[in-house]
């Protein structure tokens, strides 16, 4: 959806609010208009903000990513779409994407304000991650773990049966970028035990990518 030249101009000055919907799943979902961009706000945290969702973009920027043989990409959390958003915009591919997505609201918010305008083709489906990944027979060129609610990670996405599960669905010579808080003490002690607890006994070869105040777990070295 694009806004009028005067909107954009006075978005860089005040942001202001465009819309504000229950969600099937969040209780506060905002659509907010700032700096150009449309940005999601839960309660207590920023869902997606365009090429201003900074742990990815600063990640697919280090990651060279346009130049990896990506075909498929599957997104584990939607939000607005702030993935394929700055992979067709800024990084200029038009992958297929796979998007699961709990929350109903958060899918039709997407494809209004940022979706609906891209070449990629986008399958949306909307279940639980959880379910998703155990039952999917597919496989991906780029998994991307971008799931919070409000600024927490459930706990079923951070067992090690679920990395099990994920890491089927990663094709030969993938990638798995699996986004985590690295902001807060809390954050940090939290982040830093899964990624030696958890994501290294299921991904040995794995490491990250310290990103804007966000942990980025790969997989693997990309070099």
Known sequence: MKQALWKNI???????????????????????????????????????????YTNYYYSFKQLKIETLAIQNVL???????????MLEKHFGKTYHYT?????????RLAHKYSLSALQSNIEYICTDARLFVEQCDRQFDLVCMDIFMDDMIPLKFEQTDF?????????????????????????????????????????????????????????????
């Open 10 to 52: 006075l978005s860089y000055i005040y942001p202001f609010t465009l819309e504000v919907v229950e969600g099937t799943h969040n209780p506060h979902l905002e659509i907010v208009y700032s700096r150009g961009r449309y940005r999601l706000d839960t309660e207590n945290a920023i869902y997606s903000y365009e090429d201003l």
């Open 99 to 107: 998007a699961i997505e709990i929350d109903e609201e958060v899918v």
């Open 163 to 223: 990395l099990q599960q994920i890491k089927t669905l990663i094709a030969p010579d993938g990638l798995l970028m699996y986004n985590r808080l690295f902001n807060t003490p809390k954050d940090k002690l939290s982040s830093k035990g899964f990624y030696e607890q958890a994501f290294l006994e299921v991904f040995p070869n794995g490491t990250y990518l310290d990103v804007d105040g966000n942990w980025m777990l790969l997989n693997k070295l990309v070099r």
């Open 75 to 85: 997104v584990l959390g939607l939000g607005l779409g702030s993935i394929p958003v």
